[in-house]
């Protein structure tokens, strides 16, 4: 076992944190992980942990992989860096991109490597902009997005996502970002039907659009399921009334797949789950499973074309834009997501088998909505089962208790405001499946029972 007291110590001494009160970790010290295999976590104290969120959404072949270490450590020692810049490549990097065009839908042939889902983003953002310029409608550079969106955390990525709490650090977002509603229907469908807020909701970019003035607006960016927004399943109407918008006014779609992506939906692409034809998918997480920071931005034919045909030189990039130890990780991780089906086992074996049991969690008397597609899903907590419209107040503070004492009952989970969220690795087992349904249902009676004292 670990020194945890000195490591936590020593961490707060000089570590600060993303996504963290820095001084509450102080006081509390952080929680060390130590080790990891398959769906497993183990920390400092020798806890083991079901790890329900894959990470951070990106564990899509489980941990510990030893191929994937491998094909890493002999990339390494035959060429351990070299860049993609002026004209320059290496073998990963064109076999990863091939690899890419082959698993994307067929609009998709060519990719833009990044470091990161932020570094995608910060790629669409100038990438749209240089687009419309090219083909002489440089005056098109709005970019619509949504609120409680997330897309990353660079001045781009913030911009575009709609965390109020993220834009209020660093006065965002730029100029030239404009946020819509979400298809939130369990917070904000008020009396309206599902189907109903669908279309509402997405009619809100018509709304948008128009005040504007659609000779301003160059794209819109989504997830086909916001992630770190809550979860947020649309309902069956809200993407293809946006499809039919994007097309109307001929403005890009970028559908933002870094969580959806990669089998997460029990498709390849959560774009590919809701029908729709996006222009630019931004893809990180999944890609490499997490084991190597890699990203990416898929590229249509549509606007590749321009930039091949109309385009000079497009003055963007990364140092690690197509890193190769990174690519060999993300080849190795695909070929095993290849040879074991696991997209295939997302829908049709384990994606069903979880989701049954995870809607059974919606009878608890703390939970108002239970759902799941795919291997991602959401329970919203509410203090009056049956009335959707009264939230904890403050929201947050039940969310968070629930994520600790799931912790304690060996399952991460991650609070959203006031809903528990799961995203599993796509190996996860039945008997694992069980587990985590288990621990679930007993955070829930424990958090239930704490409230009441
Ligand atoms: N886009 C989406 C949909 C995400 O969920 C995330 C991260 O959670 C990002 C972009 C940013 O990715 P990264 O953290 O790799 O920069």
Redesign the pocket.
Known sequence: LYPTKDLQARDAAHHIHPFTDTGALSREGSRIITHAEGVWLTDSDGNRYLDGMAG???SQVGHGRKEIVEAVHAQMSELDYYNTFFKTTHPPAIELAEKLAELTPPQFNRVFFV???????DTVFRMVRTYWDLMGEGERKVIIGRWN??????LA?TSL?GMKAMHSQGDLPVPGVHHIAQPYWFGEGGDMSPDEFGLWAARELERAIEEIGPEKVGAFIA?PV???GGVIIPPDTYWPEISRIVKKYNILLVA?????GFGRLGTWFGSEYYGIEPDLM?I??GLSSGYL?I?GVMVSDRVANAFIERGGEFFHGYTYSGHPACCAAAIANLEIMQREKLVERVASDIGPYLQAKWKALAEHPLVGEARMVGLVGALELVPAKGDRRKAFAPVGEVGTLCRDISFNNGLVMRAVRDSMIISPPLVLSHDEADILVERTQKTLDDTYQALKR
């Open positions: 951070l959404w990106c470091g990161s889902g932020s570094e995608a983003n969106g997330y897309h990353g955390s660079t990525g996502g997830e916001q992630g770190a933002d797949e870094v969580i959806c931004p990180a997480k920071p990203g």
